[in-house]
Every structure is written in structure tokens, then in C-alpha cells.
Antibody, heavy 121, light 110 residues
């Protein structure tokens, strides 16, 4: 059974960089048949897609966040990571990592439990 | 404001049928991109409920069904149960924005 687990600091200071890692178990991140993505949910709000990464390192980002987002993948550790720079209170959210299929199968079928991140001044 | 528009809430009594609409545009559903639906129970991660318009993953009860036509899609819950009380999100691909979600619909079982 595939499992994803987010990890990283739960508190980040305003203007600094948020860094999270997602560890994949029960399957290989480098299978080449899935994207690996990040989605966030602000308190009391809906879901917002942040971006996806392929095992090769190829990325696609939400245009509204693109200037601040970096993603990377470490296939040797079966992990992928998110960095969001210049954070503000608006970036306070629960951050989820998830697996997404390719092509028409562009749904998120496995999710991590989510990790809350609070941005404070 | 979400690219995919959902009603904020719907409600129904146990056993009733409720539907949740998801309205898109020419740049997502109109471009023939499929809709997917997720159920989010309080305090938990979203769970895939319907994929590619009409398909249910293994383990999802048959009382959940989906459809899409033109620039709109809908999720139906037949025989509403107390355990169906949750938030429901539609998701698709938009040619300008990438992966997009609706703002979510809260289903209340009366």
C-alpha cells in the first residue's frame, strides 16, 4: 500500500522560506508513471494546487505561486521536496503531498495526512 | 475565486438524493478535460471519490456517481447517509492554470 508522509517545520517566520519533504513508501517515486504534487489548504478554505514534479525533475507550477516555488526530487531516498520563498501569513495552511497520474489520469489518488504550517511575524 | 464553481453547501435527509454541481468553462471542461471528485471528512486528507467523470475507485460505495456535460459536472449521492457528511471538491485541468479545484461544497445530513 502506497503511503506518503510530509515532514518539516510547523512554524516559519514571515519573509523566510518554507521547506517541506514528502517521503514515499510502499512504491517507487521513480516508476515514471506518476507526477508527485503538493496541494495546500488554508484554514477554513478550499484546496489549492501548488505544483507537480516528475521523477526526472521536470516541474509544473501554479502560475500564481510560480515565482516563489521550487521543487526537487531525491529518488535515492524516495523523497520529493517543496520550497516556498518569501512567505507571508497568507501561506499559513495545511500542506499535503499527493500522487497524480499522467495524461487523462490527472487525479490525485494517494495523499499524505498533511502537515500544518503557520507563518508568523 | 475558483475557476470551478461549486455551491457552498447542500443538505438532505438520510436516504435522500443530493447533487453537487461544478461549473467550469471553455478552458477546462469545455476543452474536454475530465472532472474528478474528492471527499474530505473533518480533520482528514481528501480522498479520491470519482475519477474521469464517472469512475469509482475500489471501495467507494455505488451510491456515489458522477457525470459531466458541456462545461458542467455533477456529483450525486443517492441514499444519503450520516457518514457522508463532509466537504466535497471537484478538480480538473485548466489550459491556463494547470490543476484546479473547486472551492468545495459542505454536505450536511439533516
Amino acid at each position: 500500500q502506497l503511503q506518503l508522509q510530509e515532514s518539516g517545520p510547523g512554524n516559519v517566520k514571515s519573509s523566510e522560506t518554507l521547506s517541506l519533504t514528502c517521503t514515499v513508501s510502499g512504491g517507487s517515486l521513480s516508476s515514471g508513471t506518476y507526477y508527485w504534487g503538493w496541494i495546500r489548504q488554508s484554514p477554513g478554505k478550499g484546496l489549492e494546487w501548488i505544483g507537480n514534479i516528475f521523477y526526472s525533475g521536470s516541474t509544473t507550477f501554479n502560475p500564481s505561486l510560480k515565482s516563489r516555488v521550487t521543487m526537487s526530487v531525491d529518488t535515492s531516498k524516495n523523497q520529493f521536496s517543496l520550497k516556498l520563498s518569501s512567505v507571508t501569513a497568507a501561506d499559513t495552511a495545511v500542506y499535503y503531498c499527493a500522487r497524480q497520474g499522467l495524461g487523462v489520469l490527472n487525479f490525485f489518488d494517494y495523499w499524505g495526512q498533511g502537515t500544518p504550517v503557520t507563518v508568523s511575524s | 475565486q475558483s475557476v470551478l464553481t461549486q455551491p457552498p453547501s447542500v443538505s438532505g435527509s438520510p436516504g435522500q438524493r443530493v447533487t453537487i454541481s461544478c461549473t467550469g468553462s471553455h478552458s477546462n471542461f469545455g476543452a474536454n478535460y475530465d472532472v474528478h471528485w474528492y471527499q474530505q471528512l473533518p480533520g482528514t486528507a481528501p480522498k479520491l471519490l470519482i475519477y474521469n467523470d464517472v469512475n469509482r475507485p475500489s471501495g467507494v460505495p455505488a451510491r456515489f456517481s458522477g457525470s459531466r456535460s458541456g462545461t458542467s459536472a455533477s456529483l450525486a449521492i443517492s441514499g444519503l447517509q450520516a457518514e457522508d457528511e463532509a466537504d466535497y471538491y471537484c478538480q480538473s485541468y485548466d489550459i491556463n492554470l494547470g490543476r484546479v479545484f473547486g472551492a468545495g461544497t459542505k454536505v450536511t445530513v439533516l
